[in-house]
């Protein structure tokens, strides 16, 4: 049975994809072919993924019309699972051919919390559960713990040599996210830490915010997934670093402001943990504020540097 996954971004959402394709192969080992849809620049979180038969990729801002050229040198497959749910991959199931599986982002219930604290109950599953229930069912398969479904990425062959300090610890953070309001603001001063107590600390990321802080560069997945994976500790935002730190089995330290857990993005799995206060206006966007409604901040300004460093024993 020929079967095509489609999940075109983000690179977190992408990387969670990995764990319920490679569990969804173990169990049924010779029964499917799977191949799979993405951005082009998303593929090299899938190399050696023996799992997969074919990827298939498309650069980002292709337009409508090359885009619809391109499905039509398609193969037929049985079934087409839609991980996406948005204009390009609903285009897919409109012009293959096959079975039509959808992924259930559960927006109503997301957004209810988020607005109104409502649906809590509705908001128990992992993302990672809720593509495996896009269609598992339909193959008989059985949901089965969050752990076994963890994203997976090969560890490279050849990782970038971090410790240039021989006698410390490689920290590698991503202090930067796609959000103002889901960046600490105290990364610098922990970064001066880190390092005066003998720490090798290495920054990536894209500067949005926090300007003191200058990343090493990381212009391709491959070189994020090479530094990430010479590191060990991640202490990073909820991000799409994140994702890849936990596929990648680094042990992860995630700073999260103004998401929370119930949004189905949490790292739970094991070697991970959450640094994060307890206040009841968290969650105030689904993706992360922008800005601070109530201006004080106090999701992220409230985890002081004494805090974060108590969290993780270096007080």
Not at 1 to 19: C, N, P
Not at 35 to 62: C, H, M, N
Not at 263 to 288: M, N, Q, T, W
Not at 289 to 302: E, I, N
Request: proline share 7%; aromatic share 12%; net charge positive.
């Amino acid at each position: 049975m020929k079967i095509l996954f489609i999940r075109f971004s983000s690179l977190g959402d992408v990387a969670l994809v990995t764990g319920v394709l490679r569990y969804f192969a173990y169990k049924s080992p010779d029964a499917h072919s799977i191949e799979f849809l993405t951005f082009r620049e998303y593929t090299d979180i899938f190399d050696g993924a023996d799992y997969i038969q074919k990827l298939w990729s498309v650069p980002r801002g292709i337009s409508l019309a090359d885009y619809t050229t391109f499905l039509r040198t398609l193969p037929r497959f049985d079934i087409i699972v839609d991980l996406h749910c948005n204009l390009r991959s609903r285009l897919a199931r409109l012009l293959l051919k096959g079975k039509r599986l959808c992924y259930n982002k559960n927006p109503i219930a997301r957004r209810s919390f988020v607005q109104f604290r409502l649906c809590r109950d509705r908001l128990t599953l992992h993302t990672v559960q809720r593509y495996a229930l896009a269609f598992f069912p339909f193959f008989s398969l059985e949901l089965p713990s969050v752990e076994e479904l963890r994203p997976f990425i090969h560890p490279p062959s050849i990782t970038v040599e971090l410790n240039q300090v021989q006698s410390g610890k490689r920290v590698v953070i991503h202090p930067f996210a796609s959000r103002a309001a889901k960046e600490w603001p105290y990364f610098p001063e922990l970064v001066e830490f880190l390092k005066a107590n003998n720490f090798s600390v290495h920054i990536i990321g894209i500067p949005h915010n926090i300007t003191p802080l200058h990343p090493i560069p990381t212009p391709t997945i491959r070189e994020l997934i090479n530094v990430i994976n010479g590191a060990d500790l991640f202490i990073t935002t909820d991000s799409g670093p994140m994702h890849i730190a936990v596929a990648l089995g680094v042990n992860v330290a995630a700073i999260f402001g103004s998401t929370s857990k119930e949004l189905g993005f949490y790292p739970i799995f094991s070697k991970c943990a959450v640094i994060e206060e307890d206040i009841p206006c968290r969650p105030c966007h689904i993706h992360g504020a922008k800005v601070c409604k109530r201006g004080d901040f106090a999701c992220m300004r409230g985890l002081t540097l004494e805090k974060v460093k108590k969290f993780l024993a270096l007080a």
